[in-house]
């Protein structure tokens, strides 16, 4: 297992509210910081649509509600 931790100038929840709803699961494990995780099954094909979809979020970047 792999573990990615993302900093973000906006709310973590928002930003993981904004990826949950594009289809891509993280989860907000600070006030600023997301944690995706990649399993030995994650295709490459899974992390080319995962970076395309936080791309197409940080275009737009969410705001808290």
């Known amino acids: 297992t792999n573990m990615v931790l ?4 906006q709310s973590a929840d928002a930003w993981q509210t904004a990826l949950e709803s594009q289809g891509l699961a993280c989860f ?3 006030p600023h910081r997301l ?3 990649l399993h030995g099954d ?4 899974k992390v080319k649509l995962a970076i ?6 940080a275009q ?6």
């Open 35 to 37: 944690r995706c995780v």
């Open 6 to 9: 993302i900093h973000t100038e």
């Open 28 to 30: 907000s494990v600070a």
């Open 52 to 57: 395309e979809i936080f791309t197409r979020v």
């Open 60 to 65: 737009n970047p969410p705001m808290p509600a």
């Open 42 to 45: 994650v295709t490459q094909a």
